[in-house]
């Protein structure tokens, strides 16, 4: 069983920050990559951002510049600093670790937490 729990959301004025935190406890083997998306209401979940084991990442472009993936690995732990925001960065958003058994990869994805960027 893993839980993940994230903090760190809520109401911002467009061009404050916010910082997500994502926390992975449970029967955690090998994390393999972890990463946070977005979905905003009548719209499709969306990618924000990802990072891997040696820590590559990649963003979605409407992001670049602007947020930043970073991960403690003693503490399983994946954050997402968010800087500059806009109003079109409101949505809810949810962490998703992927963690290694063997050769498969299982995701797991944390409850959602709300970001609003009010103009």
């Known amino acids: 069983q893993v839980q993940l729990v994230e903090s760190g959301g809520g109401l911002v004025q467009a061009g404050g920050s916010l910082r997500l935190s994502c926390a992975a406890s449970?029967?955690?083997?090998?994390?393999?990559?972890m990463g946070w998306y977005r979905q905003a209401p009548g719209k499709q979940r969306e990618l924000v951002a990802g990072i891997i084991n040696g820590g590559n990442t990649n963003y979605v472009d409407s992001v670049k510049g602007r947020f930043t993936i970073s991960r403690d690995n003693a503490k399983n732990t994946v954050y997402l600093q968010m800087n500059s925001l806009k109003p079109e960065d409101t949505a809810v958003y949810y962490c998703?670790?992927?963690?290694?058994?063997?050769?498969?990869?299982?995701?797991?994805w944390g409850q959602g937490t709300q970001v609003t960027v009010s103009s």
């Open positions: 449970g029967s955690i083997f090998t994390i393999n990559s």
């Open positions: 998703r670790v992927g963690l290694m058994r063997g050769a498969n990869q299982y995701d797991y």
